[in-house]
T-cell receptor, first 111, second 114 residues
């Protein structure tokens, strides 16, 4: 059974710092991996999608990497801003399209 | 940018009552999903729907739950007899393809069972 774990559970950094969020999964037979952002009481916003054949994806200040064989992904946020404060969720997709989520990393960026 | 729309945003219901949560997926998407998130817990898969039938469901999705696409645009989740433990945020999502494209999630319906 696929399990997704995110470390750390919470992170607080000063504005401007670069940071890395970690995601690990137990079964490497995934089709893709997505990173989402969730603001309190709100829905999920897709940030980056990495197909199983890809190693990384970039969007603006965000870079996500995928090492399928070791069951790991990282989300790198450059030059963090207070507006980046949110919960970041990692989710892996099975061949049926079902997403299995980690518990998230809650990020606080202090001005 | 196209959106997945969910209504209502918040619903309060008495235990034992039936509720219907509504979603309008993105128009050219073919795959539809419901997920839920109990407060403080992980987002959990409930059900996927394709070609007018359920393609996969989780063990959470028991006989109390049903889904329907009644008119080609709406996608609904019905809970027949709500329990206290059904209180959660329910998210609808849609995608063009099962695995090659990302999901678009709606903003959720917060269901409170009292």
């Amino acid at each position: 059974k696929q399990e997704v774990t995110q470390i750390p559970a919470a992170l607080s950094v000063p504005e401007g710092e670069n940071l890395v969020l970690n995601c690990s999964f137990t079964d490497s037979a995934i089709y893709n991996l997505q990173w989402f952002r969730q603001d309190p009481g709100k829905g999920l916003t897709s940030l980056l999608l990495i197909q199983s054949s890809q190693r990384e994806q970039t969007s603006g200040r965000l870079n996500a990497s995928l090492d399928k064989s070791s069951g790991r992904s990282t989300l790198y946020i450059a030059a963090s801003q207070p507006g980046d404060s949110a919960t970041y969720l990692c989710a892996v997709s099975s061949n049926t399209g079902k997403l299995i989520f980690g518990q998230g990393t809650t990020l606080q960026v202090k001005p | 940018e196209p959106e997945v729309t969910q209504t209502p945003s918040h619903q309060v219901t008495q235990m034992g009552q039936e509720v219907i949560l509504r979603c309008v997926p993105i128009s050219n998407h073919l795959y539809f999903y419901w997920y839920r998130q109990i407060l403080g817990q992980k987002v959990e898969f409930l059900v996927s729907f394709y070609n007018n039938e359920i393609s996969e469901k989780s063990e959470i999705f028991d006989d109390q739950f049903s889904v329907e696409r009644p008119d080609g645009s709406n996608f609904t989740l019905k809970i027949r007899s709500t329990k206290l433990e059904d209180s959660a945020m329910y998210f609808c999502a849609s995608s063009v393809h099962r695995t090659n494209y990302g999901y678009t999630f709606g903003s959720g319906t917060r269901l409170t069972v009292v």
